[in-house]
Structure formats: structure tokens, C-alpha cells
């Protein structure tokens, strides 16, 4: 999934800073609720883009999405193995192109109709035609079938079989050892057809799945309320009676408003991150996690002078890596390679660039690259990106080289490292939408991503025949193997300067427990519970509250 | 009437702003500590307080305050006197030919000055800057473009009032062309307005563009800029204050000289 770099990075509170300082507009509707119900209070910067999901393909969808509806097999909450939702086993054949699953018979939409086979089919077909516009279709057209069905020449795909509610086979065209994580990416979600087909475009107002929570009112840009669903199939969860979440509180807001007590689970903006690091008590209640993305500036490999692997390489020298790190208060881990670590393929033996000047300098000279070159970066303009723009450019300007920084916006950022020829450098990132190495590596550096995601437009043919090599070994053993060669290729021929895995930060109230964060996705909400925080309706935060 | 005599006190202490901004701008890298772009400290994402060897702290990036603040008066007072220059010699052209001539050169250039004036000065700037590339140049014509419409409207009713004094029509009686009544006749004797509007504009002049940098539209970086050092030391507002206090106090002492020496300008004129 494609991300800005950003130090705060549990999915939640991810998104641009919003530029409204304007704040919460919506208080909370405490008396809609009993008392003594337990509510978790979060607050967002932004909007959440959607809930209906097969258009979510971001942090703050997903989120919601993930507890709204459920998909056939889905990730523990703080690991990467795949565990039974509404499939309770499942078959995989030996040369990973047929995969059978058998439904659990409890699981019900929350209109209270039974969720069967015949759901899972009806969802993935949605993804897969045209029509929806999903940006999950690239993960099911490997289905036997799927292009007839795209093309409106069949009524279903010929690689989806419902022999009977409840079991459900997918035959793929070509072994696909990892198409598992797939099936437990929210765009394989079951959605009631009857719903969707009366709401249409509008389903995502609407929404009505079979997970732990449902939807109960989603303002625009004011607030969002998920409610408990006292029918879901796994008994006890979800811990919570109701999640209430304020929109448009940016990072600075919701500081202060945790420090009042107002919302649970916040996000530490930068200039409070050293205070609360420095304050036991505070520290005490802060969770972190390495993320499964690498931040990065990307090189266009096929403009001069950067079609050069020595200026490539150079400028992996000149970038003070650690630097960028202390810059987010340690909220990173250097990156030497591509993948970042817990990673299945992960090398921790790649030994990556160190901070070099003297041998910048050498091999810029080498290329003929004279002083004062003056290369442009893309970049977002977060008030983070500026600063580390900043940083780099210190760096560069050591070596030589005057950086321009080009802060844009989201949308236009990714149109120019789509278009050949256009951006020579950028500041970007990359997470991993399922735990394995293919995600990073096939989908960002082969040729055809060219345009799309490979946004260096680098090409090597090696690198091209193991890509594809390795895309079908079903042995994971080999299959890592594989990939790691890859990685060492693509680390020589460095299109990247490597920056850094950010650390994610969040820190909850002391009545808040069952946070777990997931090295993928947003942290789950069924598995957070509230305690008792003092007397209902009184707001502070007891000894959080204290201010310096 | 421009009269000598002794300076008032308006004069001086804005003269004196003024005059020192001028000095630290021009030698300042003579004055500067430290070199502005670069980490002098070691306080990476954790910005250092006000100390012996920093007078006003480091900033996130480690670099030295006081230097960033000494190089930012360049950028300040090139936009601030440039774009005051440019808006002057734009504003007093079309103010005194739509008084002189009248007509419809009067009607044309005061209804195209109507119009500039309703549209709100930072709001026109900052389209304008994000049409255009945000660099020295394109910062300065558009805050000279959004600023000589003020100018342009004081001008022409001063020269109005000078088209028929005696002293005009004797020497239009004497065959002076126009060109020749506007320079010699007219203009010296709306110098003492033109130079209050001067100092009073570049104050202007001066916040729109530390406007303009604190919302990421001015001059790019690493050039240091005022405005942008506030917008960079927001976040850090609660625990490093002085991030943000010592480039808003530049920015408050630069535009409080140029107005004090306007005032001191009208005073002169004006003595009541």
C-alpha cells in the first residue's frame, strides 16, 4: 500500500495532516449511550476515504472495515499467520492453484440473513467487475475465468465453484503460493448483495457485513460511531460496546485532547514525542511496533544523470541515515535493504550503505557530476517530509549537490513518478499489503509495473527472469531464497536510497488495555477493552492530566 | 513640502530599526555566528534552548537560530524594499497620469484598481504564487503587483489637487508639455506623500511576505525566511517556544521601524 513517509504511522491516525485547525466541531453524544457502557474515543486528522470494501485501499479503511465485515481466513491480531473467519478449514493443493474452504455455519450479515458461499462469490465478482472500479481487481483476475467475467461473457467466474453453501472453491490459472493473503485483504470481504444492490454507489453509507461491529452513524467530516454486534459468530469479542470516533482533530488536537482525557488511544506528535519518552508515567503507557514499510527517495533510473548506478550509489553514501532517524526522535530503524524487518525474506545480513561523504564525493566525480548540480525531489508537503527535505538537502549540499525541494500534493506526487521522465527524484513509501517478499519487490521493481509502481522505472534483466522464476515456488524456503538474491541485485544497483522502516507510537489512556498492534494492518478494535476510569461523565484523565 | 530641520523622535528610532536591518542584511555573513543550512548541533529532532555558545537555541534540524534570523533579514528586506520599490514606481506612474490626463485614462486605470483592490492582497498573492514557481523573483512581483493599487489612488487625488494650482497652470500658460508638468511640477510636490506611503508600504510589504512563507508559499528552503521559521517551529510551540518567539519578534521589530519612520514622515509633513 502506498504511503507517504510519515513518523506516525499506526494506520489509524495515518493521513495527511489535515490543513483545518478548525477541530472538533462534534462532541461526543455521551448520553446516546447507557452508562456504564463501554466506548472507546478515538480521533482522525481526516475523513475516512470509505467503508465499503471494494474501494477501501488505505490504513484508515481498513480500520473500520476490518471490524465492519469479515473475509474467509484473516491475520492473528499481532502476527502475520492467517487464521479461520468465516472459513473454519481449508484445503490448498499441492501445486497451489486450487483452494477449497468450508464455511462456518454460525456467521449472519447484520440485516440477519445467514452469510453462504454463495456471499463470498457474489463479493469477489464485485471486485472483479468492471463496473465497481476496484483497485482489488489486480489480486482476483488470476481466477480461472475472470477476464470472461470481467468482459460481461459469463454470469460467473469459471475459477469460483459454490458446490453447496457452504464450501467454496477458487481455481487459479497459474500457482499462486500466496493468494491465501489475498482472500485476507478486505477486498475479499463478504457483502450482503441485497444491500449493496439498494444502495449502490451509496453502499458505503449504508454499510452491513458480519463483523464485530456495524455501523451506526458516519458524519461527514464530524464523526463516526460503530456500535457492537451482539450477534457475531465468536463469543466475547467485541470487548467494546461502541467505538466513537471524532473527524477532523489533527495531530496537535488530539494531544490535547488526550491530555484532557477526551479521547483513549492518541497519536504523539512530534514535538511531544522526547516529553513523553522523558516522563515514566507517561512512557509507561506508550506501545510501539516496526511497521512493514520502507521510506525512501526514489531515483529515476532512466533520466541522466541517475541512469548512472555510481551516482545511484552515491547519493546512498551522502544521505545521513541516521540522522533522519534522530530528526523523528528514533521513530525508525535504518533500512539497508528493500525489505523491511519481520518481512518473511528479510536479510539481516545485507549490509546496505553507510553514511560516506568522501565516497560520494569520489564516485559523483567518477560519473562527472560537477558541483552544483541541482536536482529537483517531489515530496509531500507534511511539515515531517519538509523537514527531512530539509535534512537531505544538508547532506547533498555537503557533496556538492543543491537539492530543490518540490512539496506537492498527494494526487499530484503519484501522477509524476507514474509518468516517464518526469520526477528524478522523490520522497515516497511503501507498505506491505500482505507479509511477503513479492509485495515489495515484484511490485515495485519489475518492468511491468513501469508506470504504475515501479516508479524508478528501473529494469534489470536478471532481476526480471527471478522475479518471475520465484513468483511460482510454492517451497517457501526456495522462495525466500530467491528473493533475497533479488534484493542483493536491486541493493547494488541501488534506484533507492534506502532511508528508514518507521516506528509506529501510540499511547492509550491507563483504562485502555488489549491495544495490539499488527505488523500489516491497523490494530484490530474488538480486542480493545475499556476499565472503569473514576465516575461516569467525569472527563479527566486522573494523573495523565498534569500539565508541565 | 519636504523641510529640513531636526528629526523627530518617530524618525529616529525608526531610522535607526531600519538602518540596522540594513546593516545585518548586508554583513551578514560577517555578523552570522554560524552557517544558516547546515547542523551546527547535535539537537536532531529536538530542539535546543537558548545557551551561551546559541543565544536563540537550535532548531530541529541542529541549525544555529541567530544565524538563520541574521541571513533572513536578506530575504526580508530584498522582497520588503524590491516589491515596495516596484509597487511605488507602478502605483505613482498610474496615479498621476489618471490625475493629469483624466478622462478616460482616469477611468480606466481607477476602475482597474477598483478591482485589484477587492480582491484580498494575500488571497490574490497566494493564487498568483501557486500558478507561478515560488522563487525570489515571482515572490517579489506579486506582492508588488498586489500592493500599488493603495499608492496609485493617493497619488492621483494629490495630483489632482495640484493640476490647478496657479503654479501648474502658469507653467502649462508657458507651453510645458505634459510630460515635462507631470516630472517637474507635479511629482516633487507629492514626494513627501509618496515617501510616507514608501515607509508606511514596506511594512506591507514585509508581513506579506512573511505571510507568504508561513504558509509554505515563500521563498523555498534552505534559504532561511522568518515567516517559514514560524511555521517550522509551530509544532514545537509548547516545548520549545523560543523556536517560534525570536524569528515572530524579527518579524514584529522590522515592520514596527518601517512604520514608526512613516509616521515620522507624515509627522514631518503634517505637524498638527
Known amino acids: 500500500m502506498r504511503g507517504a513517509l510519515r513518523t506516525v504511522l499506526f494506520a489509524a491516525f495515518a493521513g495527511a ?27 482522525l486528522a481526516d475523513d475516512v476515504p470509505t467503508l465499503d470494501p471494494a474501494a477501501g485501499y488505505d490504513a484508515a479503511s481498513w480500520e473500520f472495515e476490518q471490524v465492519l465485515y469479515d473475509t474467509l481466513v484473516r491475520y492473528a491480531a499481532d502476527s502475520n499467520e492467517l487464521r479461520p473467519d468465516l472459513a473454519l478449514s481449508w484445503g490448498i493443493s499441492p501445486d497451489a492453484t486450487v483452494f477449497t474452504f468450508h464455511l462456518r455455519h454460525d456467521a449472519s450479515f447484520t440485516n440477519g440473513r445467514q452469510v453462504t458461499s454463495a456471499d463470498v462469490r457474489y463479493s469477489i465478482e464485485r471486485v472483479i467487475n468492471p463496473k465497481t472500479r476496484s483497485q482489488g481487481v489486480q489480486y482476483f483476475l488470476p481466477l480461472l475465468g475472470a477476464a470472461d467475467f470481467a468482459a460481461g461473457r459469463t454470469p460467473h467466474a469459471r475459477g469460483i465453484e459454490t458446490p453447496d453453501p457452504y464450501t467454496i472453491i477458487f481455481r487459479l490459472d497459474k500457482p499462486d503460493p500466496i493468494f491465501l493473503h489475498k482472500l485476507a485483504m478486505p477486498f475479499a470481504a463478504a457483502v450482503p448483495k441485497e444491500v449493496v444492490e439498494r444502495w449502490g454507489e451509496d453502499f458505503a453509507r449504508h454499510a452491513v457485513g458480519s463483523g464485530p461491529f456495524m455501523l451506526k452513524q458516519w458524519l461527514s467530516g464530524q464523526r463516526l460511531i460503530l456500535v457492537k454486534n451482539p450477534h457475531y459468530f465468536l463469543s466475547g469479542l467485541p470487548k467494546l460496546d461502541a467505538v466513537v470516533a471524532l473527524i477532523g482533530v489533527n495531530e496537535e488536537l488530539q494531544w490535547l485532547k488526550f491530555e484532557a482525557g477526551e479521547i483513549d488511544i492518541s497519536s504523539i506528535p512530534p514535538a511531544e514525542f522526547t516529553y513523553v519518552m522523558k516522563t515514566p508515567r507517561l512512557k509507561a503507557l506508550t506501545i510501539h511496533h516496526v511497521t512493514a514499510v520502507t521510506s525512501y527517495l526514489g531515483m529515476n533510473c532512466q533520466m541522466p544523470p541517475f541512469n548512472d548506478v555510481r551516482v545511484r550509489q552515491a547519493f546512498n553514501y551522502a544521505v545521513n541515515k541516521p540522522k533522519l532517524v534522530a530528526i523523528l526522535n528514533g521513530r525508525g530503524v535504518v533500512a539497508r535493504g528493500v525489505l523491511p524487518p519481520g518481512m518473511p525474506g528479510y536479510d539481516p545480513d545485507i549490509s546496505g550503505y553507510a553514511y560516506d561523504p568522501a565516497k560520494a564525493r569520489r564516485l559523483l566525480e567518477e560519473a562527472g557530476v560537477r558541483a552544483g548540480f541541482a536536482p529537483v525531489v517531489w515530496l509531500t508537503s507534511d511539515p515531517t517530509m519538509l523537514v527531512l527535505g530539509q535534512s537531505i538537502q544538508q547532506d547533498l549540499a555537503l557533496v556538492g549537490i543543491n537539492l530543490v525541494l518540490k512539496p506537492v500534493a498527494w494526487g499530484p506526487l503519484l501522477d509524476a513518478v507514474r509518468e516517464p521522465h518526469t520526477a528524478e527524484l522523490f520522497l515516497l513509501g511503501w507498505g506491505a499489503d500482505f507479509p511477503d517478499p513479492q509485495n515489495f519487490l515484484e511490485v515495485l521493481f519489475s518492468k511491468e509495473q513501469w508506470g504504475a509502481n515501479n516508479d524508478t522505472f528501473y529494469y534489470d534483466p536478471k532481476v526480471q527472469e527471478l522475479l518471475t522464476e520465484a513468483s ?10 530467491l528473493y533475497q538474491q533479488i534484493q542483493q541485485i536491486i541493493v547494488n544497483d541501488a534506484p533507492w536510497v534506502f532511508l528508514y522502516h ?9 483504562w485502555v488495555h488489549g491495544i495490539r498492534l499488527h505488523p500489516l494492518r491497523p490494530a484490530r478494535l474488538d480486542y480493545i477493552y475499556v476499565t472503569a476510569r473514576g465516575a461516569e461523565g467525569e472527563q479527566t484523565s486522573g494523573e495523565t492530566n498534569q500539565t508541565r | 513640502m519636504i523641510r529640513a530641520g531636526r528629526l523627530n523622535w518617530l524618525e529616529i528610532v525608526g531610522g535607526t530599526i531600519a538602518l540596522s536591518l540594513v546593516v545585518v542584511a548586508l554583513f551578514a555573513p560577517v555578523i552570522a555566528p554560524h552557517d544558516p543550512t547546515r547542523a551546527v548541533a547535535q539537537t536532531f529532532g529536538d530542539p535546543g534552548p537558548p545557551s551561551l555558545a546559541f543565544p536563540c537555541g537550535t532548531d530541529q534540524l541542529g541549525r544555529d537560530v541567530l544565524s538563520r534570523l541574521i541571513y533572513g533579514a536578506r530575504v526580508s528586506l530584498i522582497v520588503g524594499l524590491s516589491a515596495m520599490a516596484v509597487a511605488m514606481t507602478v502605483g505613482v506612474a498610474a496615479g498621476l497620469c489618471a490625475g493629469f490626463f483624466g478622462g478616460w485614462t482616469e477611468m480606466v486605470l481607477m476602475r482597474l484598481t477598483d478591482v485589484m483592490l477587492t480582491l484580498p492582497g494575500l488571497l490574490l498573492a497566494m493564487a498568483f504564487v ?8 515571482t515572490i517579489l512581483l506579486v506582492i508588488s503587483l498586489v500592493s500599488w493599487t493603495g499608492v496609485a489612488r493617493v497619488v492621483r487625488a494629490e495630483t489632482l489637487s495640484m493640476t490647478n494650482r496657479d503654479f ?3 507653467a502649462r500658460a508657458l507651453g510645458a508639455s505634459a510630460g515635462r508638468l507631470m516630472i517637474r511640477h507635479v511629482m516633487p510636490n507629492i ?6 506611503m514608501a515607509a508606511l508600504s514596506t511594512s506591507g510589504t514585509l508581513l506579506l511576505d512573511a505571510g507568504l512563507s508561513f504558509l509554505g508559499l515563500g521563498v523555498p528552503p534552505p534559504t532561511p525566511s522568518w515567516g517559514r521559521m514560524v511555521e517550522e517551529s509551530q509544532i514545537y ?6 523556536l517560534a518567539f525570536f ?12 512604520n514608526l519612520l512613516g509616521y515620522g514622515f507624515l509627522r514631518r509633513r503634517n505637524p498638527q
Not at chain 1, 495532516?17 to 472507546?40: H, K, N, Q
Not at chain 1, 507510537?505 to 491507563?510: C, D, E, H, M
Not at chain 2, 501557486?130 to 525570489?136: D, E, N, T, V
Request: net charge positive.
Open chain 2, 247 to 258: 524569528p515572530g519578534l524579527a518579524i514584529l521589530y522590522a515592520v514596527l521601524g518601517f
Open chain 1, 502 to 510: 518507521p516506528v509506529a507510537y501510540v499511547i492509550r489512556q491507563p
Open chain 1, 17 to 43: 495532516l489535515a490543513l483545518t485547525i478548525g477541530g472538533c466541531r462534534a462532541d461526543l453524544p455521551a448520553d446516546s449511550f447507557p452508562s456504564g457502557a463501554a466506548v472507546l474515543r478515538l480521533a
Open chain 2, 168 to 170: 501648474v497652470l502658469a
Open chain 1, 472 to 481: 511460482v515456488v510454492a517451497d517457501p524456503k526456495r522462495r525466500y531464497e
Open chain 2, 130 to 137: 501557486a500558478i507561478l514557481r515560488p522563487s525570489l523573483l
Open chain 2, 237 to 242: 510551540f509548547r516545548t520549545a517556544p523560543w
Open chain 2, 191 to 196: 514626494m513627501p506623500t509618496v515617501v510616507v
